[in-house]
């Protein structure tokens, strides 16, 4: 029985972040100022769900460390139902990550606990009870397509953001989604992964968006969202394409976790608006909008009331 409850599976990272002007080229040290908080991609992800008004569950994995004393209580106070799964023998994920006064990001992620998550820490029934999973690929990616393959017994609809983009991925693992949401990195890699097709970063906005939409089909995944920061998001179904613009004039601060921002609220926003693919993107699109003009990734989400503010004023 389907209940309107979205299941995120995916990763719990102890976000370590600087603030830098500019990044350090190698062999150069610079000065920054420090902050730390929650994040990891599914993490991050969840808490956009909940906060963009849907029921979420978020199941991962940590270590037995400081970074995990107050997880619990963080999920607890956002609402979200999190049976995590323990490993003692492994430290909590933590990410090293950079951002420059522009607000683009460089991050490194240690995947820790996050890599022992095992299939059987996500009993069946939380993927029964979804309407909706939602997985990446920074945990242990069996656990990622033994989750994906049960929502599919389960008729449950299956949204996978291909981030970070590893070389233990398969194309059998991809096909296991529904809707695919790469960013325009991403999407670069797994054109050159999977069928050996190499673009450039600058390129891609140069490419008509009918030219564009051959190479989303190519990725054999029904329905293909790439989101292209201030280009917003190219929409693509075996029966049309659609370009979605960006909301204008944001002030950019930090775009670290906007990607999370847009999967969560993607995922909330298609509860909201009954599977409708064009009104849940351009609802993550406004949510992402906002998450970007905060720093921090999961303290960045924003709430229903703070996207629906935005769709009043644009
Ligand atoms: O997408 C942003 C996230 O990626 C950060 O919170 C960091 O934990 C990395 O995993």
């Excluded at 939602?134 to 389960?154: G, I, P």
Aim: negative net charge; hydrophobic residues 40%; charged residues 25%.
């Amino acid at each position: 029985m389907h209940t309107s409850k979205i299941l995120v599976v995916g990763s719990f990272v102890q976000d370590l972040t600087f603030a830098t002007r500019s990044f350090p080229r190698p062999g150069e040290t610079i000065v920054g100022t420090f902050s730390t908080g929650p994040g990891g991609k599914g993490s991050n992800q969840a808490v956009a769900a909940r906060r963009a008004g849907s029921e979420v569950t978020f199941i991962g994995a940590v270590g037995k460390d400081e970074f995990a004393h107050s997880v619990r209580d963080f999920y607890r106070n956002e609402g979200i139902e999190s049976p995590l799964a323990e490993y003692p023998d492994s430290p909590t994920g933590t990410a090293a990550i950079l951002f420059d006064e522009t607000g683009q990001n460089e991050i490194v992620v240690a995947l820790g606990a996050n890599e022992k998550l095992d299939p059987t820490d996500i009993p069946d029934d939380q993927i029964a009870t979804a309407s909706i999973v939602v997985c990446q690929l920074e945990c242990n990616l069996q656990a990622v397509t033994s989750v994906l393959q049960r929502a599919k017994d389960h008729e449950v609809t299956r949204i996978l953001n291909p981030a970070p983009l590893r070389e233990e991925c398969t194309a059998e693992l991809l096909r296991e989604a529904d809707i695919l949401i790469p960013n325009e990195t991403e999407f670069i890699g797994l054109l050159s992964k999977f069928h050996g097709i190499e673009l450039d970063e600058a390129e891609l906005p140069k490419l008509s968006p009918e030219k564009f939409n051959e190479y989303c089909r190519k990725l054999d995944c029904p329905t293909v969202l790439i989101t292209l920061g201030k280009h917003g998001v190219h929409l693509s179904t075996p029966e049309s394409w659609e370009r979605i613009a960006a909301v204008e004039n944001v002030q950019v601060v930090d775009t670290t976790g906007a990607g999370d921002s847009f999967v969560g609220a993607f995922a909330a926003g298609l509860q909201r608006y009954n599977g409708n693919l064009k009104k849940a993107a351009t609802f993550a699109n406004r949510a992402a909008a906002i998450s970007v003009t905060r720093k921090g990734t999961a303290p960045a989400m924003p709430t229903l009331d703070e996207i629906e503010l935005v769709a009043h004023s644009s």
